[in-house]
Nanobody, 115 residues
Framework: QVQLVESGGGLVQPGGSLTLSCAAS????????MAWYRQAPGKQRELVAR???????NYADSVKGRFTISRNSAKSTVSLQMNSLKPEDMGVYYC?????????WGQGTQVTVSS
């Protein structure tokens, strides 16, 4: 059974930094794509950053220049370094992974940006 487990969320002041990590297990196949999504209260889940197995990345315009996604394919982990955090970055952050044609989600980790 494929599982994605996030860690690293928490409370941070505006302008601060956090690093989210996601560890995947339960498959011998490499994840084609790994990504981070977030969902703020009352809003739809949105893509934050995505990274392919080859290392190509995509970012939401709102986080470009502030967030960096990286992955260790050998260890099936993906991280999100978040700098210069803003209150609008608050929400539940979900790890996503695609293996072959199957999509998997973590349970989410809360990020709160507040003074």
């Amino acid at each position: 059974q494929v599982q994605l487990v996030e860690s690293g969320g928490g409370l941070v002041q505006p302008g601060g930094s956090l690093t989210l990590s996601c560890a995947a297990s339960g498959t011998i196949f490499a994840f084609n794509t790994m990504a981070w999504y977030r969902q703020a209260p009352g809003k739809q889940r949105e893509l934050v950053a995505r990274i392919s197995i080859g290392g190509s990345t995509n970012y939401a315009d709102s986080v470009k220049g502030r967030f960096t996604i990286s992955r260790n394919s050998a260890k099936s982990t993906v991280s999100l370094q978040m700098n210069s955090l803003k209150p609008e970055d608050m929400g539940v952050y979900y790890c996503y992974g695609k293996v072959l044609s199957d999509n998997y989600w973590g349970q989410g980790t809360q990020v709160t940006v507040s003074s």
